[in-house]
């Protein structure tokens, strides 16, 4: 009964949402991109793997890191994520796997990325993924492939300006239905006013869908705290997250809340094995 009562209830959420998300479509992970509503083209840090990958190669070391949201407190549209990268000379390697979903219907995403920078101010790069679609336990699941990749530039010390690109070459999930991977394209822009306070903007665009604009603040205290918020269109949701970091620990919380559907809550945990 519970089941099928899942399986009814699934569908009526999604019809009454104003952010439905497609098959396949890309999500920004990591609890600090959460608190600033999905922010993440034209900044650094663990989850830069993820999110646009030639920003993983200012990063340094070795670290990993779980990433876990509760979307709209609905355990059917739950996202679950693990990182880990090795930023080393030449570059950064990384491999990322995320899941959505239940035995429903889940979303298996898993990727090796590598990023390098090339001079002082530029970086590039690029992502694998092999995805698995599974609806219930009695249908045939789905298995593609795909890429993602991304470019960073730091014209000066106080500015970023990012573009990350995901399925650039359209790949078909069905050829009965001629359904495809969403195409997505991201460009963002962040501007240090100190080390410790920075804000953000970014577009994203894909092909069927309307254009989404976000803009997100953070502030450092003492190094070790950080306090972030953050907005987004198309539909227009808030957000807001907290950071701390203990040793080589960091632990981030954000919730992000529509006024249709409430509240996503969101953390993330963080890593580093040595720099």
């Known amino acids: ?49 993820a999110n646009n990958q030639a920003s993983n190669a200012w990063n340094e070391g070795i670290f990993c890191g779980i990433f876990f949201e509760n979307r709209y407190m609905v355990r059917e549209l739950s996202y679950e994520s693990i990182v880990f990268s090795a930023c080393v000379r030449p570059g950064a390697f990384s491999f990322i796997c995320n899941h959505f979903g239940t035995s429903i219907y889940s979303e298996l995403k898993t990727g090796i990325a590598y990023a390098r920078k090339f001079g002082k101010r530029f970086s590039a790069g ?61 460009i963002g822009l962040s501007y240090y006013f100190t080390e410790e306070l920075f804000l953000s903007a970014e577009i994203e665009k894909c092909p069927a869908g309307k254009a989404c604009a976000r803009l997100g603040a953070e502030c450092r205290f ?24 203990i040793s080589r620990f960091s632990v981030d919380f954000a919730s992000e809340y529509s006024q249709v559907l409430g509240f996503s809550p969101a953390v993330s945990v963080q890593y580093q094995f040595r720099k």
């Open 126 to 186: 690029v992502q694998l993924n092999y995805y698995r679609f599974q609806i219930s336990d009695d249908y045939s699941s789905t298995n593609v492939f795909n890429c993602e990749a991304g470019l960073l530039f730091r014209p000066v010390k106080q500015v970023l300006v990012g573009f990350h690109c995901v399925n650039p070459v359209p790949v078909k999930l069905s050829t009965a239905s001629g359904e495809s991977l969403p195409t997505l394209i991201q």
């Open 1 to 49: 009964m519970r089941k099928g009562a899942c399986v009814f209830l699934l569908p009526v959420i999604l019809a009454f949402s104003v952010n439905v998300k497609a098959s396949g479509e890309f999500k920004s992970l990591g609890g600090r991109s959460a608190g600033m509503s999905g922010i993440a083209v034209a900044v650094y840090d663990q989850w830069s793997a």
């Open 222 to 245: 003492a190094r070790i705290l950080s306090a972030r918020a953050g907005f987004a269109t198309s539909p227009f949701r808030l957000s807001i997250g907290a950071g701390i970091v």
